[in-house]
Every structure is written in structure tokens, then in C-alpha cells.
């Protein structure tokens, strides 16, 4: 169960990896991150529920607040214009 | 079982998200399949997770974490596409 369900994660992870490689505009690799961030931070979290490894669930709750700030950082930057 | 069948449901939902992301044609199409996607995917993974493994063994944090995707999802999204326009882009027609 835990071999499948993080196999399957790692396969919908693909779809928002070629979306970040090919974007034309920054706002497709931006869409990309997003959905990358939101991916790993449940693949930790499924690895920690399955193996009982209650630290992961904390080092899974810091990834998705960090990877919150980052896509929010970018976006405000990108609004204003600067590169 | 219900878990399971939670768990499965939302892995759908998330690789349903994705491939919306690559069929679209213009940021706001892409961030409307990825944002209600990722946030509904993501929702239905922790919940089967919590009721396919119990309560014990995942604790109170799988909920701080439902809360934490369910209100910074909308956020973000807004946040992309806020910028997207205001530095001119705009959808295409038709």
C-alpha cells in the first residue's frame, strides 16, 4: 500500500515537472512549483503516516508553509516586474 | 476500505489536475485544472490517509495540514493570477 501510493504520487508529479520545464511565461513555471510543492509535501506526509515516522509529518507541514511563501514571493516579485 | 477508496480518488484527482495543467492553452485555464486539482486532490489524500490508518497513528498534525492546504490553495492561486494580470497578460479568445 505504501510502495503504491507513493509510486503514484511520483506519477502524478510528472504532469507539473513538464510544466515547469516548458512554460513559456513565468506564471506556467510558477503553476508548476505550486503543484510540485503541494505533491511533495504529501508524499512526506504519506511516508510518515505509513511508516509511523512522526517527525516527517512536522518536516511535511514546514515544507508546505516554505513552499506557500516561496510561490507567494515570486508572484508578488513578478508583479512589480522586477527579474 | 473507505480509506482506500479515498486515497485513490484523490491520487485521480491530483493526475486529472496535472494533465489539465499540460491540455490548457493559457495561465488561467492551467491555474483553474491545478488550483481546484491540487486543493481537492489534496484534501481527499490526507483524509484517507487519517481514515485509512486511524486516528493513533497520524495525530493531530494531518489536520493541521488539511487547514493549512485548504486555506493557503485559494491564496496562492489568487496570488499567480493577480500578478499574471497585472502585468498585462490576458486570456485568450477562443
Not at chain 2, 486516528?55 to 493577480?82: M, R, Y
Request: glycine residues 14%; hydrophobic residues 55%; charged residues 15%.
Amino acid at each position: 500500500m505504501r510502495t503504491y501510493v507513493i509510486a503514484a504520487l511520483c506519477l502524478t508529479a510528472v504532469p507539473p515537472l513538464v510544466r515547469l520545464w516548458v512554460g513559456p511565461t513565468l506564471w506556467d513555471r510558477l503553476i508548476g512549483a505550486a503543484s510540485l510543492n503541494v505533491r511533495v509535501a504529501l508524499a512526506l506526509a504519506a511516508e510518515a503516516a505509513f511508516t509511523g515516522h512522526g517527525i516527517l509529518l512536522d518536516v511535511a507541514l514546514a515544507y508546505a508553509i516554505l513552499g506557500f511563501l516561496g510561490t507567494v514571493l515570486v508572484a508578488r516579485f513578478g508583479e512589480r516586474g522586477e527579474r | 476500505m473507505i480509506g482506500t477508496v479515498l486515497i485513490g480518488v484523490g491520487l485521480g484527482l491530483l493526475l486529472l489536475g496535472g494533465l489539465g495543467t499540460l491540455r490548457f492553452r493559457d495561465p488561467y485555464a492551467r491555474l483553474q485544472a491545478s488550483g481546484v486539482g491540487d486543493i481537492g486532490g489534496a484534501v481527499l489524500v490526507l483524509v484517507g490517509l487519517v481514515v485509512h490508518l486511524g486516528w493513533e497513528a497520524t495525530g493531530g498534525i494531518l489536520v493541521v495540514l488539511i487547514l493549512f492546504v485548504v486555506f493557503t490553495g485559494p491564496l496562492s492561486t489568487h496570488a499567480i493570477a493577480k500578478a499574471a494580470f497585472m502585468r498585462g497578460e490576458r486570456p485568450k479568445e477562443k
